[in-house]
């Protein structure tokens, strides 16, 4: 099995900031892409950032510039950094990750719990 622990969601006012910290566990034996998603209300999951195990990164367009994701030291864990948050990035953010269980296994992609992040003054 594969757990993960993400924290860092809240509540913070227009133009603040959090970050968001993910970490994968368990039954894991190396990890591609990890990523971060969100879904509002009524609207679909879509993508926010994602990050390969080589640090190359990919953006929504519309957080280009405001956040920036990383990978932790243990290569197991990822972080999103959000900056000048809008009421639009209101949302449950899902960690995921694309994870290898044994030595030339296949890759499946895992999801987090969620984590909510409001924007509102």
């Known amino acids: 099995q594969v757990q993960f622990v993400e924290s860092g969601g809240g509540l913070v006012q227009p133009g603040g900031s959090l970050r968001l910290s993910c970490a994968a566990s368990g039954n894991v034996f190396s990890i591609d892409v990890m990523g971060w998603y969100r879904q509002a209300p009524g609207k679909q999951r879509e993508l926010v950032a994602t990050?390969?195990?080589?640090?190359?990164?990919n953006y929504a367009d519309s957080v280009k510039g405001r956040f920036t994701i990383a990978r932790g030291d243990a290569d197991n864990t990822v972080y999103l950094q959000m900056n000048n948050l809008k009421p639009d990035d209101t949302a449950v953010y899902y960690c995921?990750?694309?994870?290898?269980?044994?030595?030339?296994?296949?890759?499946?992609?895992?999801w987090g719990q969620g984590t909510q992040v409001t924007v509102s003054s």
């Open positions: 990050i390969t195990s080589g640090g190359i990164t």
């Open positions: 995921n990750a694309d994870i290898r269980r044994r030595i030339a296994g296949p890759i499946f992609r895992y």
